[in-house]
């Protein structure tokens, strides 16, 4: 259509010179105006998208360090579990060969040796394997607390915030009457 206005135009006014039109001039500006604003927002819109896509590495990266955290103390805890398993195997084969050796003396005091010593061999593995898992549980809920903080520090924006905090005063007066 401007290409039509601008030839019936040029048809009418053949004496003049193109640029004394005034349609070319409109036309011109537009797309000058439309070039020189397309660059700033397309570069705006661009380092907008890269810095959200960074955001997102940075937190796939720290949850997939945060998981091999985990992985390596569950591998440790895992380790210490085993080598009190050995311990506790070593301390066993220890009363066997004393009950050997004092089976010669009284067949009594050898029953009562080994009972005692296979019972305080279970308790070390039970106090073992509780405390081993009280850890990792510890750990694990630390871990698992602090992501949830970090990603709902991240996530939750101030209008969230303050909403949430309303919310909480507002329900004080329900939970102490």
Partial sequence: MISTAFAAEAGHEA???FYTN??????????????????PVFRAVTAALDGRAAKIKARLDEAHKLREDAQEMLAT????????????????????????????QAAKDLEE?????????????????????????NVAVDVAVNAARDVLAQSVTEAQKSALADAAIADLSRKFH
Avoid: N
């Avoid at 070319?24 to 660059?39: P, T």
């Fill in 15 to 17: 004496a003049g010179a």
């Fill in 113 to 137: 040796s080994v009972k005692r010593r296979e019972t305080q061999a279970l308790e070390r593995i039970a106090q073992a394997e509780a405390q081993a898992l009280k850890e990792v549980q």
């Fill in 22 to 39: 005034p349609h070319l001039w409109v036309y011109l500006a537009f797309v000058l105006v439309v070039g020189f604003a397309f660059k």
């Fill in 77 to 104: 805890y895992q380790r210490k579990q085993r080598d009190a398993m050995k311990e506790a195997e070593e301390i066993i084969a220890h009363a066997k060969a004393e009950a050997e050796r004092l089976s010669k």
